[in-house]
């Protein structure tokens, strides 16, 4: 049902009602057609957001006002305060919806919330304080979060609180404050959502990814994963070591392989590779490699291909491991083997000898004729296998017990007659070495480990004439592996389980383990912390002694402790204690270390920060006052010429020229007033964690040329050489373009500013060890030593001139830092003093991928081919009236109004209207009520409705949203933009026909 148009009755626009789901149209059109009853006085009523909607009924938000007063719905307990919520839509909630008053005292409850907190009678409950419910170490953030909210702030946050019975539960929190009218809190609504289920699935998957790097290292399995697009590889630390490394390669990929390949395996290697390829087949082969120590070795390489959602392989993830001694044991093997088979057919007639050979022979082998009889066996056969029958075919083979282990496709499968390698040989097949499982003849439920070599016999035409299988039992050793692998699960299950960094070391000093905290601490990739490659992640100037006591201990034996400072993994270092014990055997030698790293930085720091705290305050207050001055200063510094230039617009609007010249004066300071402000509102939103980056691949050459072009004009005007150096390629990297644009720009100003006229600025970027590099050098004022360490602080400044000619607020640096560490970078400067210039330098993590092509650039208007009819509503006479004299001048139809009731006029005389442009603060009722009534309206239920207001903050975007407007523009918006914002309309079509 549609609802009726017209105004809605003035006592719901005086309650400030609040607003309804689309999906509740039909109630809202009876509550319009029905009006407040008669002499009733309307209750007040809050504006509900988007999410408030979608955790009580998962619909989508309208924009139609609703009184308390007439809802006469249910509520949850006798004790429910309904001020200002909808109570349909609270006990409709699949979730846990609680009212809370402005101190945090529970009011009311849904039923759905009582049955997952397993409460049975709400009463007691009533009044009580809502963090009581919950365990006390996470009342401190729900405490904070009832704060923020009494402030008009929300706050979603997890915590674990079981239910009234005990049962265990994780829940979603989100706490949100309920406006009045006025837009003051008048309650506090929360909303928990339980996500038990969801955190044991996390637990779980953390839990697997541990077990699989557990299994890899215990079983001295190397990784690696090639990415079929590129060529580029990742491997771990154990795959370097089979390839005889022993430190991390870099830049490993397919050619480099190939390159170890030993020259007369290299052939059918690639041969193989690419028939896998090209069948995307899992594989696996053995082949030798050749180390750079000139030594050969035998590896086994295995390679499956990773298809993303079932389609087109993207990459292939593998494991390798040396199998040389494997190798020699089956060579000696195989000679044995040889040599028995060769004794065999050249004394035949010399039985006895040949028994003797095979029965002194220290594994068990066995020979078959063409059709798989047993005819010789020897006693080490008869060791392993007991009293076992003479079979006189392949079929009678299932008598014999056997079972693929572990780690195999069939682990656990009982082989069948035809999988026993003396059976494949037959079939001319050479099985180089299989582990199986066997059951001995007359010994049940007792299993030996065996690993079997199998060969066909040939005659000299080469056709099979028999088999040989030789067999020896290695259980012994499968057990110690297994114990040893045992071993080395429960120890990195305690590690890992530990809160401490935990790390290991050989006797010689070699750091060849560190748990999953070390790594979560400081952000170091597996394995670039091993060796001694944990001592490049201490700051510069404890790594000499660190050292130093780190060879005392290890030369004498004694425990070795000491505090140091470790790069966290946000860029920041943090004091550590290091201790570390010998793990000594029983004559008194070292074969191992083990130790521990614990975080003592904020120890350290309240200790320091007794004694610098009086003059950090005044320090923090000086630069208060001083940044204050700077922006009362760049706020003035553009109102003169605007006003001078609005006067001359006044006294000369009849000279053209004159008007033209003052127009840009005052487009150029109304631009430089904007970026103060986005300035600003960068630096707040980037210090709260706000900032949204569009990301995508760039070319950084193609960005700094961006940045240099809207640097230029200042460069030049200020009479600088400017000098652009590229090394080889176009490095690429992942990031937003405009961001990182921003931050070249600010660079180069910086640059052009504080270099006296005539002066040499240089540009140069590079790529090299995984990171691309933008250097910002100039031949300036520099910058002074005592100033360099807090020169990416918020409001530093060095000293500046009466006339503080340079400009700016001391935030830019700062802002520079804070995006370039959003894009996992970071920034350095460097300075030998004062007039001896300045080098600023951005690193990046480099991207193999490819730059985007085909995005949509910023700015571009289409040209109007279709004239558009536009309303621009706005209480600001001359906003408005400019506004359409642009849109008019670009080919639309537009019209103005001020106020709410001359829109909706306006709307009914000029009929169909392709789009709004509307001002929320109206005097009469705001931009969001206004666009209801016009969506509702048959002049603008097709149109584009956009939004162009003072208010951006996040949630003024938000509720923009919710109101149904397509797009959101803060004043002062640029033309161009608005444009933009037209083409569209005009490339899906406007609303009306033309003509």
């Known amino acids: 049902m549609q609802a009726p148009r017209g105004p809605a009755p003035r006592a719901a626009q005086r309650s400030g009602a609040s607003l309804l789901c689309n999906c509740n149209r039909s109630r809202f059109c009876r509550w319009r057609q029905r009006g407040p009853s008669p002499g009733s006085k309307a209750k007040r009523g809050i504006i509900i957001s988007s999410a408030f909607c979608r955790n009580l009924s998962g619909l989508a938000l309208g924009n139609k006002r609703m009184n308390a007063a007439d809802a006469a719905w249910p509520v949850a307990t006798p004790s429910a305060d309904p001020r200002g919520i909808d109570s349909l839509l609270f006990e409709a909630s699949p979730d846990c919806v609680k009212l809370l008053d402005l101190d945090g005292r ?12 397993e409460i049975d009678d709400f009463g007691p409950l009533c009044g009580q304080e809502w963090t009581s419910l919950w365990p006390e170490e996470g009342r401190a953030a729900l405490t904070a979060a009832v704060a923020e909210a009494r402030q008009g702030r929300s706050r979603r946050l997890t915590a674990f609180c079981p239910t009234q019975k005990g049962t265990p539960r994780w829940w979603d929190v989100t706490v949100a404050p309920v406006p009045a009218g006025d837009g003051e809190p008048q309650s506090i609504l929360s909303v928990s959502r339980d996500i038990t289920e969801l955190h044991r699935a996390r637990d779980e998957q953390r839990e697997t990814v541990a077990r699989l790097g557990f299994i890899l290292a215990s079983s001295q399995l190397g990784a690696w994963e090639l990415d079929l697009a590129t060529g580029a590889a990742r491997t771990s630390f154990l795959h370097d070591r089979c390839f005889g490394y022993d430190e991390p390669v870099r830049n490993w990929n397919y050619d480099a392989f190939i390159a170890a390949v030993h020259p007369d395996d290299r052939a059918w290697v690639v041969a193989a590779f690419a028939q896998a390829r090209d069948t995307e ?9 050749v180390w750079p120590d000139g030594s050969i070795h035998w590896i086994a390489v295995h390679g499956s291909f990773f298809r993303p959602d079932g389609g087109a392989a993207k990459r292939i ?29 050249a004394a035949e007639t010399e039985r006895g000898r040949l028994n003797a050979l095979l029965e002194a022979t220290p ?67 050479e099985v180089q070495g299989e582990i199986v499982e066997i059951e001995p003849f007359g010994r049940p439920d007792e299993r030996v480990t065996i690993l079997l070599r199998a060969s066909p016999v040939r005659d000299a035409a080469g056709e099979v004439i028999g088999g ?19 071993s080395e699960r429960r120890f990195r299950t305690i590690t ?36 001694d490659g944990w001592m490049r992640l201490l700051h510069p100037d404890d790594v000499e002694r660190t050292r130093q006591r780190w060879e005392q201990s290890r030369t004498t034996g004694q425990m070795y402790e000491i505090e140091y400072r470790l790069r966290h993994r946000s860029g920041d270092y943090r004091w550590v204690l290091a201790r570390g014990v010998p793990v000594k055997i029983n004559d008194g030698d070292v074969v191992r270390w083990m130790g521990t790293c614990t975080d003592i930085h904020e120890h350290r720091r309240l200790l320091d920060a007794l004694g610098e705290r009086e003059e950090a305050l005044r320090l923090a207050d000086r630069r208060k006052d001083e940044f ?19 006067q001359l617009l006044r006294l000369a609007a009849d000279d053209p020229q004159r008007v033209r010249a003052s127009a840009e004066v005052i487009g150029r300071q109304i631009t430089h007033l904007t970026n103060l402000v986005d300035d600003l509102l960068d630096v707040s939103r980037v210090t709260r964690g706000l900032v949204q980056l569009d990301m995508e691949t760039l070319d950084l050459s193609g960005v700094v040329a961006a940045a240099v072009e809207q640097s230029r004009p200042l460069i030049t005007a200020r009479g600088h050489a400017l000098s652009i150096r590229s090394g080889p390629g176009a490095p690429c990297v992942q990031g937003d373009r405009t961001r990182l644009v921003q931050v070249i720009v600010n660079l180069l100003n910086n640059a052009a500013k504080y270099t006296p006229p005539g002066g040499h600025i240089t540009v140069e970027v590079e790529a090299s060890d995984g990171m691309a590099r933008v250097s910002v050098t100039d031949n300036g004022i520099g910058i002074d030593k005592a100033l360099l360490p807090n020169v990416f602080d918020l409001f530093s400044q060095g000293t500046r001139t009466p006339d503080r000619s340079q400009g700016g607020l001391g935030i830019g640096l700062a802002l520079v830092r804070s995006l370039v560490g959003l ?39 289409a040209s109007v081919t279709t004239p558009l009819r536009v309303l621009v509503v706005d209480d600001n006479v001359d906003a408005a009236m400019l506004l359409a004299d642009v849109l008019r001048m670009a080919g639309h139809e537009s019209h103005a109004a001020h106020n709410a009731a001359d829109a909706i006029e306006s709307a009914e005389r000029l009929g169909q209207i392709d789009a709004f442009i509307l001002d929320i603060g109206l005097p009469d009722m705001t931009g969001y009520e206004l666009a209801t009534r016009l969506r509702d309206h048959p002049a603008g239920e097709r149109a584009m409705y956009v939004a162009l207001t003072g208010y951006g903050q996040p949630h003024d975007r938000v509720l923009s949203r919710a109101a149904g407007f397509d797009h959101h523009l803060v004043k002062p918006a640029d033309a161009q933009k608005v444009l933009g914002i037209l083409a569209d309309v005009v490339r899906r079509g406007p609303a009306r026909q033309p003509g």
């Not at 087949?281 to 490699?289: G, I, K, L, N, P």
Request: hydrophobic share 40%; proline share 4%.
């Open 281 to 289: 087949q899992d594989w696996s082969f053995e082949c030798r490699v």
């Open 496 to 531: 890992e389980a530990m809160p401490q960094m935990v790390w290991a070391s050989q006797s010689d000093g070699y750091s060849d383990y560190f748990n999953r905290q070390w790594y979560e601490f400081t952000g170091a990739a597996e394995g670039e912390s091993y060796g």
């Open 106 to 117: 529970l009011l009311q409850m849904n039923r759905n919330g009582m049955c997952a907190m």
């Open 363 to 429: 594994v068990g082998i066995v020979y078959a004729d063409m059709h798989g009889q047993l005819t010789v066996s020897n006693a080490a056969m008869r060791e392993i296998w007991g009293d076992y029958p003479q079979s006189d075919s392949v079929e009678r083979y299932v008598d014999w017990k056997g079972w693929w282990p572990d780690g195999t496709p069939g682990a656990g499968q009982r082989l069948t007659a035809n999988d026993w390698p003396l059976a494949r040989a037959l079939q001319g097949e």
């Open 823 to 861: 894009h996992g970078g970071r920034i350095s400067a460097e300075s030998q003093g004062a007039n001896a210039g300045s080098r600023f330098t951005i690193e990046l993590p480099l991207s193999n991928a490819k730059p985007d092509s085909g995005r949509p650039i910023a700015g571009q208007v």
């Open 468 to 486: 040989v299988v030789v067999q020896q039992d290695v259980t012994d050793r499968m057990r110690i592996e297994r114990e040893l692998r045992d």
């Open 628 to 646: 204050l001055a700077m922006l009362a200063h760049e706020l003035r510094n553009p109102l003169a010429p605007i006003s001078t230039a609005a």
């Open 317 to 345: 993830l593998g494991t390798v491991v040396e199998i040389t001694a494997r190798k020699q044991t089956e060579a000696e093997l195989r000679e044995t083997t040889l040599a028995a088979v060769q004794a065999a057919e």
